[in-house]
């Protein structure tokens, strides 16, 4: 089973600042790996697949990067709405999930 | 508009058995790969069975045996049939699409159920 590593465990910052999540395999996923918001009591939401594209209606604050074993989603500019938590997800072996980042203010 | 509409969730006791059922709209469920994720309230996302295009089904390791995936395709609907029940199944059960029609069983979920809750107690 391929292992995800979410840094940090919880992120404190606000609105207007820039955040930066991280997403660490145990072995490569190469670029397949996503990444979801979800808000308490809805379920996850997929903001970006494959390493760096944008679901569709996403806002182009949210940015993903990375291959092989190392990941990042960025938002570059934070809104109210953006504080939830945060997982990331790979798909090159059955699907393992990170354990999460809280973003909070 | 692409929705999953979940049910058939509730309270169990250890060793019995429930179905969930997802019933789709927007899209022919039989032409994407379709999953079942569950999450105990307040931890984690966890993968527990996924079915390909080709009806090829895949279970996470502590539900083998005991679970099963299943579709209807003149209903489009997914079931999950769950058998002997244990404490440790108890969780929020998502049901969940592939984000792109292909072959490949593993991957992205672009759009979720809204969970239904499994409680697995005496």
């Known amino acids: 089973e391929i292992v995800l590593t979410q840094s940090p465990a919880t992120l404190s910052l606000s609105p207007g600042e820039r955040a930066t999540l991280s997403c660490w395999a145990s072995?490569?996923?190469?670029?397949?790996l996503a990444w979801y918001q979800q808000k308490t009591g809805q379920p996850p939401r997929l903001l970006i697949y494959?390493?760096?594209n944008r679901a569709t209606g996403i806002p182009d604050r949210f940015s993903g990067s990375g291959s092989g074993t190392d990941f990042t989603l960025t938002i570059s500019s934070l809104e109210p709405e953006d504080f939830a938590v945060y997982y990331c997800?790979?798909?090159?072996?059955?699907?393992?999930f990170g354990q999460g980042t809280k973003l909070e203010i | 508009e692409v929705q999953l509409l979940q049910s058939g969730g509730g309270l169990v006791q250890p060793g019995g058995s429930l179905r969930l059922s997802c019933v789709a709209s927007?899209?022919?469920?039989?032409?994407?790969?379709m999953y079942w994720v569950r999450q105990i309230p307040g931890k984690g996302l966890q993968y527990v069975s996924g079915?390909?295009?080709?009806?090829?089904?895949y279970y996470a390791d502590a539900v083998k045996g005991r679970f099963t995936i299943s579709r209807d395709n003149l209903m489009n609907t997914l079931y999950l049939h769950m058998n002997n029940l244990r404490a440790e199944d108890t969780a929020l059960y998502y049901c969940?699409?592939?984000?792109?029609?292909?072959?490949?069983?593993?991957?992205?979920?672009?759009?979720w159920g809204q969970g239904i809750l499994v409680t697995v107690s005496s």
């Open positions: 969940a699409k592939r984000r792109d029609a292909s072959s490949n069983l593993w991957g992205h979920f672009d759009y």
């Open positions: 927007g899209f022919t469920l039989r032409t994407y790969a």
């Open positions: 079915m390909s295009i080709s009806g090829n089904s």
């Open positions: 072995q490569s996923v190469s670029s397949y």
């Open positions: 494959d390493a760096s």
């Open positions: 997800q790979q798909r090159i072996d059955s699907p393992t």
